[in-house]
């Protein structure tokens, strides 16, 4: 089993920035891809940002130029740093973990339990 521990959700004010950090655990062998997603009230959960091992980024058109994913193999951690935050930016975000707990196994989709955002104007 996996496990992705989240922290540093909260509320800030528009302009403001925000840190979120996602620790993965358990057994793990490979990580390939690790991500947020988020999900608004009322809206489907959406991709907000990944990054795979090589280090290559994907980003949603919305948060281009104010999001930034990074990703710590050593501490098997992944990073959003999210400036320039609007209002639109609040929701639950998720983090997500394509895991292969061994080298034949299967890759799993892992998630997080989610972490508040909320961006006041």
């Known amino acids: 089993q996996v496990q992705l521990g989240e922290s540093g959700g909260g509320l800030v004010q528009a302009g403001g920035s925000l840190r979120l950090s996602c620790a993965a655990s358990?057994?793990?062998?490979?990580?390939?891809?690790m991500g947020w997603y988020r999900q608004a009230p009322g809206k489907q959960r959406e991709l907000v940002a990944s990054?795979?091992?090589?280090?290559?980024?994907n980003y949603a058109d919305s948060v281009k130029g104010r999001f930034t994913i990074s990703r710590d193999n050593n501490k098997i951690t992944v990073y959003l740093q999210m400036n320039n935050l609007k209002p639109e930016d609040t929701a639950v975000y998720y983090c997500?973990?394509?895991?292969?707990?061994?080298?034949?196994?299967?890759?799993?989709?892992?998630w997080g339990q989610g972490t508040q955002v909320t961006v006041s104007s």
């Open positions: 990054i795979i091992s090589g280090g290559t980024t």
């Open positions: 358990g057994t793990i062998f490979s990580i390939a891809t």
């Open positions: 997500n973990a394509v895991v292969r707990s061994s080298p034949l196994a299967t890759p799993k989709v892992y």
